[in-house]
């Protein structure tokens, strides 16, 4: 019989346990700091990462874990970085959320974020400490599939659109205008960026629109110089979208081109095909593209506001860059005018567009038929002592200043309000009207689920604070994906709404939008140990108070770096 060397044992062992665990460690090291640059074509301080705006794009595969040190170059306030979409599986205190999931991190020190990837799909970062997402603090995350394995669709190439909204006054005038009394809301962003450029000044379809802006004379080397997406005829290309904006709802086109929605905020979702797409911040798509048309022309990509009222009627805000056929050159302008973004009020289209998202049944398991709990969410504008806050069940969110997720792992008291948050609102509450009483309270209370357990959250949209009008809510869950299970209009009725629950096709996300005057049905299985936040991923409604906590099985969650809780009473209290 032939003998085996120890050594050969050993090294096949080692490789078994390597491939058995899957993935590389991949090593980023982020410096966060402010830096001037020119994103819109005018000169402002923006948030940026080792020296770039937006921060640069990670890319990894499923089962890689990524290992980012991050170094706060700030000079006088604290920073965080959420991997929104990320789900944190074994690593809650990774999520990114200062006061939830970890300390903020103190000018000069370095924090080292490590969590694996666990899902394939279109993710970004960005800021979660102030509103530190409205001054720059943002970049792409791609998790590809696992070496072998292939998408459930073909494409040729692959292009990356980040989007977002730009203000010309910064996000601490931003923060002391909505903290004040009397309130100053943020406005409209002035300009809207994809990867980080835009036209403020001028435009690149002047002769085109109905606008009084010059047309943009720019050279490729320009900070502000579009992105053009340069492609050859004849074939198909995949291109993931994401939202990081702080306050703009986006209509998405490309002039003579369908657009074919194959994945969801991470998830495979059943194709189809439009003519334009509507995402909400906090959400993420993929889109199949065919370079079908006449190759000898150019085509506008056009970006608009929606859902929210243009300051100068009939002039929407856009941002525009160019699908270049490679056959022409790219500085050939298309011969008619960008897409027409729809209706900002048309929510029925809207509605229409959110409703065709349905799962990829053999690639999305299906929901549990039954919960165990159902918590109603009720979304106001309200007042606290005089101070304009939005608030969720007549309670607005104030952070604590001991992170949640130290001070409930070891059972610290005077840290948050032990009281339960309110699961329900007044059956007699008038939603399309404003309040009648519009006082509300500040709150801390944290909604505390059993492992496994599965939970319905009904999230309810009302009247404003004052005059008729119902804004657009788009809410983002983390450490979870839920399913949709169905939108409605009024107020969620008991018994009747749910009979039309969808149970079969139901849509994985992680964000999802409630329209005016509406409801929207989200269910989901607390099965990831850690303390998560659920807010609006309106920049300034979650800075107003527009968000609850999740909490579960708190006993599971194991190896909290000491790093992550020293502040307030984890620093003296947790063990190390």
């Known amino acids: 019989m032939m003998k085996i060397a120890w050594w050969v044992v050993w090294v096949g062992l080692l490789l078994l346990v390597v491939k058995i665990e899957g993935g590389r460690v991949r090593h980023y090291k982020f410096d966060v700091e402010y830096m001037i640059k020119k994103p819109d074509c005018l000169e402002h301080v923006v948030m940026g990462i080792n020296g770039k705006f937006p921060g640069p794009t990670i890319r990894a595969q499923v089962g890689d874990t990524l290992h980012i040190a991050l170094t706060n170059k700030l000079s006088t306030e604290g920073t965080v970085i959420h991997w929104h979409g990320i789900r944190q599986v074994g690593t809650p205190w990774a999520d990114g959320t200062a006061a939830i999931s970890q300390c903020a991190i103190n000018p000069g020190e370095t924090f080292h974020y490590r969590f694996k990837v666990d899902k394939a799909g279109t993710y970004f970062y960005h800021g979660h400490y102030g509103m530190q997402r409205a001054a720059g603090l943002y970049g792409s995350l791609i998790v590809e599939l696992a070496k072998g394995e292939k998408e459930p669709f073909h494409y040729d190439g692959e292009f990356n659109l980040l989007l977002s909204d730009l203000w010309h006054t910064s996000s601490h005038e931003q923060e002391v205008g909505l903290s004040s009394n009397p309130f100053r809301w943020i406005g409209e962003p002035q300009s809207l960026l994809i990867n980080g450029r835009g036209q403020f000044n001028c435009s690149l379809a002047a002769k085109f629109i109905n606008t009084s802006l010059p047309q943009c004379e720019l050279k490729g080397g320009e900070e502000c110089a579009p992105q053009i997406l340069h492609v050859d005829p004849n074939h198909t290309y995949r291109i993931r979208?994401?939202?990081?904006?702080?306050?703009?709802?986006?209509?998405?086109?490309?002039?003579?081109?369908?657009?074919?929605?194959?994945?969801?905020?991470?998830?495979?979702?059943?194709?189809?095909?439009?003519?334009?797409?509507?995402?909400?911040?906090?959400?993420?798509?993929?889109?199949?593209?065919?370079?079908?048309?006449?190759?000898?022309?150019?085509?506008?990509?056009?970006?608009?506001?929606?859902?929210?009222?243009?300051?100068?009627?009939?002039?929407?805000?856009?941002?525009?860059?160019?699908?270049?056929?490679?056959?022409?050159?790219?500085?050939?302008?298309?011969?008619?005018?960008?897409?027409?973004?729809?209706?900002?009020?048309?929510?029925?289209?809207?509605?229409?567009?959110?409703?065709?998202?349905?799962?990829?049944?053999?690639?999305?398991?299906?929901?549990?038929?039954?919960?165990?709990?159902?918590?109603?969410?009720?979304?106001?504008?309200?007042?606290?002592?005089?101070?304009?806050?939005?608030?969720?069940?007549?309670?607005?969110?104030?952070?604590?200043?001991?992170?949640?997720?130290?001070?409930?792992?070891?059972?610290?008291?005077?840290?948050?309000?032990?009281?339960?948050?309110?699961?329900?609102?007044?059956?007699?509450?008038?939603?399309?009207?404003?309040?009648?009483?519009?006082?509300?309270?500040?709150?801390?209370?944290?909604?505390?689920?059993?492992?496994?357990?599965?939970?319905?959250?009904?999230?309810?949209?009302?009247?404003?604070?004052?005059?008729?009008?119902?804004?657009?809510?788009?809410?983002?869950?983390?450490?979870?994906?839920?399913?949709?299970?169905?939108?409605?209009?009024?107020?969620?009725?008991?018994?009747?709404?749910?009979?039309?629950?969808?149970?079969?096709?139901?849509?994985?996300?992680?964000?999802?939008?409630?329209?005016?005057?509406?409801?929207?049905?989200?269910?989901?299985?607390?099965?990831?140990?850690?303390?998560?936040?659920?807010?609006?991923?309106?920049?300034?409604?979650?800075?107003?108070?527009?968000?609850?906590?999740?909490?579960?099985?708190?006993?599971?969650?194991?190896?909290?770096?000491?790093?992550?809780?020293?502040?307030?009473?984890?620093?003296?209290?947790?063990?190390?």
């Open 241 to 576: 979208i994401s939202s990081t904006t702080s306050l703009a709802s986006l209509n998405f086109a490309i002039s003579n081109h369908k657009l074919t929605v194959v994945e969801a905020d991470g998830n495979y979702v059943e194709p189809f095909t439009v003519d334009d797409i509507d995402i909400y911040s906090g959400e993420s798509y993929s889109v199949l593209l065919t370079t079908d048309q006449d190759p000898t022309k150019n085509y506008w990509l056009s970006v608009g506001v929606r859902a929210r009222k243009p300051p100068i009627p009939q002039q929407v805000l856009t941002a525009l860059t160019l699908l270049n056929y490679k056959n022409i050159s790219a500085s050939v302008f298309p011969a008619s005018p960008p897409p027409v973004t729809p209706r900002w009020d048309d929510f029925e289209r809207s509605k229409a567009f959110t409703k065709k998202i349905i799962a990829n049944k053999m690639m999305t398991p299906q929901p549990p038929r039954y919960s165990h709990r159902r918590i109603v969410l009720l979304n106001t504008q309200n007042k606290i002592q005089g101070f304009i806050k939005w608030a969720i069940n007549n309670v607005s969110l104030s952070l604590p200043t001991t992170p949640y997720l130290g001070s409930m792992k070891f059972k610290l008291n005077n840290t948050f309000d032990r009281t339960p948050p309110p699961e329900n609102f007044p059956s007699d509450y008038d939603i399309f009207n404003p309040p009648v009483n519009a006082n509300a309270t500040t709150g801390n209370g944290v909604y505390v689920f059993r492992l496994k357990e599965v939970v319905d959250v009904i999230l309810q949209n009302a009247n404003q604070l004052t005059g008729k009008g119902s804004e657009i809510h788009p809410w983002h869950l983390h450490g979870h994906d839920f399913w949709v299970l169905g939108y409605g209009e009024g107020k969620f009725k008991t018994g009747e709404d749910e009979k039309r629950f969808n149970l079969t096709h139901a849509p994985l996300r992680n964000t999802a939008v409630i329209f005016p005057y509406g409801w929207t049905a989200l269910r989901f299985k607390a099965d990831n140990p850690g303390v998560w936040a659920f807010h609006c991923h309106i920049e300034p409604h979650l800075h107003m108070g527009m968000g609850v906590i999740f909490a579960e099985a708190l006993h599971k969650v194991r190896n909290i770096p000491s790093q992550a809780l020293a502040c307030g009473l984890t620093a003296i209290n947790a063990p190390h």
